[in-house]
Nanobody, 119 residues
Framework: QVQLVESGGGLVQAGGSLRLSCAAS????????MAWYRQAPGKQRELVAR???????NYADSVKGRFAISRDNAKNTVYLQMNSLKPEDTAVYYC?????????????WGQGTLVTVTS
């Protein structure tokens, strides 16, 4: 069984920064891709940033130039550095990892971490 544990959310003023972390545990043969999604109240979950095993990244237009996704393969951990935060970034942020585990391909979700940006 593969589990993801997220950390780093919290309350921050507009213009501030936060760094989210997501660590995977369990029997993982390989991690194909890691991503961060977010869901604001009353809105659908949306992709924020994604990084593949080869290091290719893509970002939502709304966060380009402000957020940066990175990964530590040795620790099976993905990070999201969020700078110049805006009130509209307020949401629950979810980590997602596509892995090959003992049972085969899995798409695993974290429990979510709340980010609140005040004006």
């Amino acid at each position: 069984q593969v589990q993801l544990v997220e950390s780093g959310g919290g309350l921050v003023q507009a213009g501030g920064s936060l760094r989210l972390s997501c660590a995977a545990s369990g029997i993982i043969r390989s991690i194909l891709a890691m991503a961060w999604y977010r869901q604001a109240p009353g809105k659908q979950r949306e992709l924020v940033a994604r990084i593949t095993s080869g290091g290719m990244t893509n970002y939502a237009d709304s966060v380009k130039g402000r957020f940066a996704i990175s990964r530590d393969n040795a620790k099976n951990t993905v990070y999201l550095q969020m700078n110049s935060l805006k009130p509209e970034d307020t949401a629950v942020y979810y980590c997602n990892e596509e892995v090959v585990a003992a049972s085969g391909y899995l798409s695993v979700w974290g429990q979510g971490t709340l980010v609140t940006v005040t004006s």
